[in-house]
């Protein structure tokens, strides 16, 4: 794909690069965690959603309280998490041979890296349309991506099965969500059921293909 032809390159001097850059998206939740300390009065996992630790003003908001005054430090979080969605997707595609799934798989989770961005670009206190797009591209796009991957990469059958638990539970936790029903866990906390899966499995990639030094990206199912 032409649009991850500039990683081809950078994949080739340093193939190790890819699995650090999957590694690093654990900022994310580093960040949320030192963001959610300052919050005031107490950040609620369940009653409120990631975004808000990104909304830039104190005051009511979709009906609760809001004030996050560590949000740049949030809303960058998201930037940089969006951009090593992408750029991981980007230098893994280059670790093994072509294929269907392994195209639309990578470039479905760069599309949702490119939603993260716009989510930190644009909280949700201020262009409403672009935040809410910004995060619908990794819930739907981003967690299809990791699916079409459980499907079609050559991988350890443990891995398998984790990859496509984690694009299942996240696209089923997605229609939960939606359609308002928060399964006892709150709109927070079933938001987290949607978005959290998939950049645990980023980590969980990254890490193994760093312990193992394996090679298996190097091969993939034709599907």
């Known amino acids: ?15 190790k690069l890819g699995p650090i850059v999957c590694v690093s998206t654990f900022q994310y939740f580093l960040v949320q965690y030192v963001v959610s300390l300052r919050w005031s009065p107490v950040y609620s996992l369940s009653r409120n959603t990631i975004s808000d630790l990104g909304n830039t003003a104190c005051g009511e908001f979709n009906a609760k309280y809001v004030c996050s005054p560590l949000h740049s430090l949030m809303n960058v979080s998201f930037v940089a998490l969006g951009v090593a969605m992408f750029a991981g997707s980007a230098l893994l595609y280059h670790s093994q041979q072509s294929s269907r799934g392994r195209s639309v798989g990578f470039m479905s989770i760069a599309i949702g890296g490119v939603g993260a961005m716009l989510v930190g670009v644009f909280p949700e206190n201020s262009v409403s349309a672009l935040h809410g797009i910004g995060a619908a591209l990794p819930f739907v796009v981003g967690n299809v991506g990791v699916l079409v991957l459980g499907l079609s990469l050559n991988m350890p059958v443990a891995l398998r099965f984790y990859t496509l638990m984690t694009g299942t539970v996240g696209l089923l936790s997605l229609c939960f969500y939606a359609s308002g029903h928060y399964l006892g866990f709150g709109e927070g906390g079933i938001e987290r059921w949607v978005a959290y899966p998939q950049t645990v499995w980023l980590i969980v990639l990254g890490i193994y293909l760093l312990a193992t030094n394996r090679s298996w990206l190097k091969q993939s199912r034709r599907v």
């Open 1 to 15: 794909m032409r649009v991850f032809m500039p990683f081809r390159s950078l994949n080739a001097r340093y193939p």
